[in-house]
Every structure is written in structure tokens, then in C-alpha cells.
């Protein structure tokens, strides 16, 4: 199924989601981003989203646009903020303040494994996702990186638009599933 076919699944309740994707989806609509970056965010942002139609047809997107390592790190990064945003969300809300003093141990070698532009792709999608996921304390951080690596504000918008729209599909569509 492509990303056109599952646009047209969508109810009339939800026309504006069937613009924003088109949108979003371009380098026209989502400014300061090239069309792999795209393709990368909506790829991490579809796996986040939790709905597989709509990942099988996000990865065909992406695979026309990005190489087979960025489509490799939109994943990886996709997994290791699935991980993340759940610890670092419990450690930014828990009131008791011995939890920020106590390491994660948790193994995130993959945050590591990215130079140079490669780097903010792979922080570009860890933003997006971390949006999905409801992590602050993510989200902080990978702008952060993102800004210092020279990533322009705008940029940056994009791709949380990206997966605000990839992430809405994915409800709506599942809602619709569900209904019959």
C-alpha cells in the first residue's frame, strides 16, 4: 500500500490531515529539510506511531528517498528513543530527586554511532520520535545537539510537523480499522 492509497483511506471528518500529509511529506512543506531527512523523520515517526499499514507504506516512501544506512539509523533511533523517552520521561516526572543522581545503565551505543550530517539526521528523527513519545526531557536535548550541530529552528519545526501528522494518521486510520 503506498502513503496515496492510505491518504485516500482517510474519512472526510479528517480532510486536513490528507493535506498536511502531502505537505509534510515535500520539501516545499517541510522547510530546511532535504527529501531523505523527510523520508527519515516519517520513517521514525511511522514506527512510533505504532500502526503498520501505515509503516509499511511510510518505509516504501522513505526507501525512494533515503539510503539504506539512514533508513538502518531512522530506525535505530526510533528503537532507542522507545526506551529513552519512557526512562528519561519517568526520571523528568518522578518528584523523588535521588532517581536523577542514579545512572540509567541502560546500553544506548547507537546515539553514538553517527558523525557529522549523519549525526543530525539521526537527531532530526530522535527529536521527532521523542515528540510522539511525550519526552520532554528528549526533546530538550536533541534540539540542543541539533541547534549547536547548526540544524536552523526551522528545520527543526519540520520535522516535529512531520511527526505530528505521520502520528495523527496513524490514530485516525487505527480508529477507523477498530469502528468496522
Not at 19 to 32: I, W
Not at 45 to 51: D, K, L, P, T
Not at 77 to 105: C, D
Amino acid at each position: 500500500m503506498s502513503v496515496a492509497d492510505l491518504r485516500s483511506q482517510l474519512p472526510e471528518y479528517a480532510k486536513d490531515l490528507k493535506l498536511n500529509l502531502d505537505s509534510v511529506l515535500s520539501e516545499a512543506g517541510a522547510p530546511g529539510l532535504n527529501k531523505a531527512q523527510i523520508a527519515m523523520v516519517a520513517l521514525g515517526s511511522a514506527f512510533s506511531a505504532r500502526y503498520k499499514p501505515l509503516t509499511e507504506a511510510i518505509a516504501a516512501f522513505a526507501a525512494e528517498h533515503a539510503t539504506p544506512e539512514q533508513l538502518t539509523a531512522a530506525k535505530g533511533s526510533a528503537a532507542i528513543m522507545g526506551m529513552n523517552n519512557i526512562y528519561y520521561r519517568f526520571q523528568h516526572l518522578v518528584s523523588h530527586p535521588e532517581y536523577e543522581t542514579i545512572p540509567a545503565k541502560l546500553r544506548m551505543n547507537v546515539i553514538g554511532a553517527y558523525k557529522g550530517d549523519a549525526k543530525n539526521d539521526f537527531e532530526l528523527v530522535s527529536l521527532a520520535v521523542s515528540a510522539v513519545n511525550g519526552c520532554g526531557m528528549c526533546i530538550d536535548s536533541h534540539d540542543k545537539v541539533l541547534r549547536d550541530g547548526g540544524i536552523s529552528v526551522q528545520a527543526i519545526q519540520s520535522a516535529v510537523r512531520i511527526a505530528s501528522v505521520i502520528h495523527a494518521v496513524a490514530v485516525v486510520l487505527e480508529q477507523a480499522d477498530a469502528a468496522g
